[in-house]
């Protein structure tokens, strides 16, 4: 039986037939705005509230603690007590945090790791005077070590990503051609990722698309972010 930890949210528990799965990468892609790291605050507080160590990787600035204190209560010090930030500035820094966690991360010790924005020094690099098939290569390695450590160790892990879609020529905007939305990484983070949640956010309507699952047919949910986590829209 594949195990599951809580999402830290009923309605996405139910739409996700238990959780986030342990044992394997799932990426949840979007715009900035669309609620990705809500989505991964949530579940670091819900295994933090559990006694679960937590590793937040956040290389974003995106972690808030006031956001951690409206989702718990009274409890927040405890939970962010057992949540671990680590900031990596850098591609390299970034690596060099994923090879720690291989060699030194035991299950018994850990019940998450987070990567806020997996990408984001990864597109940083590609600006630089580095080869980008280096860059693409490494990329590819660091999200081997972490299938790695989920597999091995059975660590739910979840990063976050950002879309993008290609520039419209005139003659195709008025056409009223539509570009498909592609994650940042393409293939080599999607590959890795056995779960893919995209979030939309549409003039302010939010929704979550299932992409990608190892037992789940694609599906889409409409949902509300509020003060005490993620509700499903029409429910709340």
Not at 111 to 138: C, F, H, P, Q, W
């Amino acid at each position: 039986m594949i195990g599951k930890i809580s999402t830290g949210s009923y309605d996405l528990n139910k739409w996700l037939f238990g959780g986030y799965e342990e044992g394997v990468i799932t990426m949840i892609a979007g715009p900035a705005g669309s609620g990705k790291t809500n989505f991964c605050i949530l579940a670091a507080c819900s295994q933090a509230k559990r006694g679960k160590k937590v590793i937040f990787v956040d290389t974003e600035g995106g972690f808030s603690s006031e956001r951690v204190r409206q989702l718990v209560g009274e409890e927040y010090e405890t939970v962010l007590g057992n949540i671990f930030l680590l900031e990596p500035t850098s591609f390299d820094e970034q690596k060099k945090c994923f090879i720690k966690l291989l060699e030194q991360i035991k299950k018994e010790h850990v019940g998450l790791i987070v990567i806020d924005g997996m990408a984001m020094l990864y597109r940083l690099e590609l600006g630089s005077e580095r080869e980008t098939k280096e860059i693409n290569k490494e990329i590819s390695h660091q999200m081997r070590m972490l299938a790695e450590i989920s597999r091995k160790q059975k660590i739910p892990i979840l990063i976050t990503n950002q879309v993008y879609s290609e520039f419209l020529s005139e003659e195709e905007w008025q056409k009223g051609v539509k570009k498909e939305v592609k994650i940042v990484g393409g293939d080599l983070l999607k590959y890795w990722s056995k779960c893919i949640i995209e979030l939309r956010n549409d003039g302010g309507k939010r929704k979550a698309c299932l992409l990608k699952h190892r037992s789940l047919p694609q599906k889409e949910m409409s949902f509300e972010i509020k003060n005490k986590g993620i509700f499903r829209k029409g429910w709340i």
